[in-house]
């Protein structure tokens, strides 16, 4: 669904173009949600993960507590149910990069799942499925919704801002097509004469260079709600007769992700109180100039195409408010349920993994998905939660994951 998690779009963009800006009078930003605080589960005891490193495999799974000890609630249960059960079909049929577990492991608990009577949700998660901790079991959620904004589908006065579609010169290459050893890196660029070059940059993007060599979609009315559209990758355009067009991403330029947050602050240009997503706006559309000189140090630029229903996660699946969540597949099986239990209540629930993000890496690093309008923007706009995730297996699968190791037998391999 998206090119990077959004945040709370700060945080996130702490490790996370042309044309007029808008007067920041005319801006009217969703207020950041006051959380409401919880204790977190503390983590089992266990060495902390070594830097560097890739799969939940190799950063070391235990046990969790039962699952039937855990604070998942009846009503949470059941719309992770439904996620979980759209999510089957993938789990059984994609490679998981996480080293854990194999498409067979989770028949069980699909073909259950497709019989769970009202009321049982809870008690399925239970009896189909093991809570494990990966590494030390730290989490930090961040959060990220689905963002509407001012644009027109033809350009006219008030809307100077081009949204494009993916560039027709823009080239995706499969290393891992060439070298068993790059499996799973790709990079963009395009074919200048003989050689293939890195594609054009935001700077230069956003000064023209793709006149003639992108479709644009659609047009918007501020280039820094544009941007902010660019790092959750996908949202609705609020079209001139009240309309709704959607849009999600396509692909992107190649170019590394600069988290302009970090450099603000590094730069003592946020006051304190400042750092949440809709502080970093406010201030980039009260310093326009420098603003879009700040902007343009994230070189990164996210292509789009419209879209005609849902927003759609990694998984090529509707994603959903409150109960879909982004993780990098690296260390959760795209599809596996995930129980946060955070430093504040909101984000302390069950989650389904059905989506990925650029800046989304690591063990126990999630990014809840909270829907569309104000108050999913207020709420993940100022999402930063620290605690605990235990990931939901199905059962039986650390007995076997502990065999091939006592054994020597390599642990299953995407």
Same mark, same amino acid.
């Given at each position: 669904?998206?090119?990077?998690?959004?945040?709370?779009?700060? @945080?996130?963009?702490?490790?996370?173009?042309?044309?007029?800006?808008?007067?920041?009078?005319?801006?009217?930003?969703?207020?950041?949600?006051?959380?409401?605080?919880?204790?977190?589960?503390?983590?089992?005891?266990? =060495? !902390?993960?070594?830097?560097?490193?890739?799969?939940? =495999?190799?950063?070391?799974?235990?046990?969790?507590?039962?699952?039937?000890?855990?604070?998942?609630?009846?009503?949470?249960?059941?719309?992770?149910?439904?996620?979980?059960?759209?999510?089957?079909? /993938?789990? #059984?049929?994609?490679?998981?990069?996480?080293?854990?577990?194999?498409?067979?492991?989770?028949?069980?608990?699909?073909?259950?799942?497709?019989?769970?009577? !009202?009321?049982?949700?809870?008690?399925? *998660?239970? #009896? %189909?499925?093991?809570?494990?901790?990966?590494?030390?079991?730290?989490?930090?959620?961040?959060? %990220?919704?689905?963002?509407?904004?001012?644009? /027109?589908?033809?350009?006219? /006065?008030?809307?100077?801002?081009?949204? %494009?579609?993916?560039? &027709?010169?823009?080239?995706?290459?499969?290393?891992?097509?060439?070298?068993?050893?790059?499996?799973?890196?790709?990079?963009?660029?395009?074919?200048?004469?003989?050689?293939?070059?890195?594609?054009?940059?935001?700077?230069?993007?956003?000064?023209? !260079? @793709?006149?003639?060599?992108?479709?644009?979609?659609?047009?918007?009315?501020?280039?820094?709600?544009?941007? *902010?559209?660019?790092? #959750?990758? /996908?949202?609705?355009?609020? +079209?001139?007769?009240?309309?709704?067009?959607?849009?999600?991403?396509?692909?992107?330029?190649?170019?590394? %992700?600069?988290?302009?947050?970090? @450099?603000?602050?590094?730069?003592? +240009? +946020?006051?304190?109180? #400042?750092?949440?997503?809709?502080?970093?706006?406010?201030?980039?559309?009260?310093?326009?100039?420098?603003?879009?000189?700040?902007?343009?140090?994230?070189?990164?630029?996210? *292509?789009?195409?419209? +879209?005609?229903?849902?927003?759609?996660?990694?998984?090529?699946?509707?994603?959903?408010?409150?109960?879909?969540?982004?993780?990098?597949?690296?260390?959760?099986?795209?599809?596996?349920?995930?129980?946060? !239990?955070?430093?504040?209540?909101?984000?302390? &629930?069950?989650?389904?993994?059905?989506?990925?993000?650029?800046?989304?890496?690591?063990?126990?690093?999630?990014?809840?998905?909270?829907?569309?309008?104000?108050?999913?923007?207020?709420?993940?706009?100022?999402?930063?939660?620290?605690?605990?995730?235990?990931?939901?297996?199905?059962?039986?699968?650390?007995?076997?994951?502990?065999?091939?190791?006592?054994?020597?037998? =390599?642990?299953?391999?995407?």
């Amino acid at each position: 669904m998206r090119a990077l998690g959004a945040a709370a779009l700060a @945080l996130l963009l702490s490790a996370c173009g042309g044309g007029q800006v808008e007067r920041p009078s005319q801006y009217r930003p969703a207020p950041v949600r006051k959380p409401v605080p919880a204790t977190p589960i503390a983590p089992q005891p266990t =060495a !902390s993960v070594p830097a560097g490193t890739a799969t939940a =495999a190799s950063a070391g799974v235990i046990a969790g507590p039962p699952i039937y000890t855990l604070p998942i609630d009846e009503s949470s249960a059941a719309r992770a149910l439904v996620a979980f059960r759209a999510s089957c079909g /993938s789990l #059984q049929r994609r490679p998981d990069s996480s080293g854990l577990t194999r498409g067979s492991d989770w028949a069980p608990a699909c073909t259950a799942a497709a019989s769970v009577r !009202s009321g049982e949700a809870r008690a399925f *998660f239970a #009896q %189909y499925f093991e809570a494990v901790q990966v590494g030390d079991g730290k989490a930090f959620a961040t959060g %990220y919704y689905e963002p509407e904004i001012r644009g /027109s589908r033809d350009r006219r /006065s008030g809307y100077d801002t081009p949204v %494009y579609a993916r560039p &027709r010169d823009l080239v995706e290459v499969d290393l891992g097509a060439f070298s068993d050893t790059l499996k799973g890196k790709r990079i963009r660029g395009h074919v200048v004469g003989q050689n293939f070059v890195p594609y054009d940059d935001r700077t230069a993007i956003e000064r023209g !260079s @793709l006149d003639g060599r992108a479709p644009v979609i659609a047009w918007a009315a501020d280039p820094v709600e544009l941007f *902010f559209l660019q790092i #959750q990758g /996908s949202g609705r355009l609020r +079209l001139p007769d009240g309309s709704v067009m959607r849009i999600g991403y396509d692909t992107q330029n190649g170019r590394d %992700y600069t988290g302009i947050g970090a @450099l603000m602050k590094a730069r003592g +240009l +946020l006051a304190p109180g #400042q750092s949440s997503m809709q502080g970093l706006v406010r201030w980039l559309h009260d310093h326009p100039e420098e603003g879009r000189s700040i902007m343009r140090e994230n070189k990164s630029y996210v *292509f789009f195409r419209e +879209l005609s229903g849902p927003p759609l996660g990694a998984l090529g699946l509707p994603v959903t408010g409150g109960v879909s969540a982004a993780a990098d597949p690296h260390f959760v099986p795209l599809g596996a349920p995930v129980l946060l !239990s955070m430093d504040r209540a909101d984000a302390s &629930r069950l989650w389904v993994v059905q989506d990925t993000g650029g800046a989304i890496k690591g063990p126990n690093r999630i990014d809840t998905f909270w829907g569309a309008g104000a108050d999913a923007e207020a709420t993940a706009g100022g999402m930063a939660a620290r605690g605990t995730a235990f990931l939901l297996l199905p059962v039986g699968t650390l007995a076997r994951l502990s065999g091939e190791r006592a054994d020597g037998n =390599a642990l299953p391999q995407p």
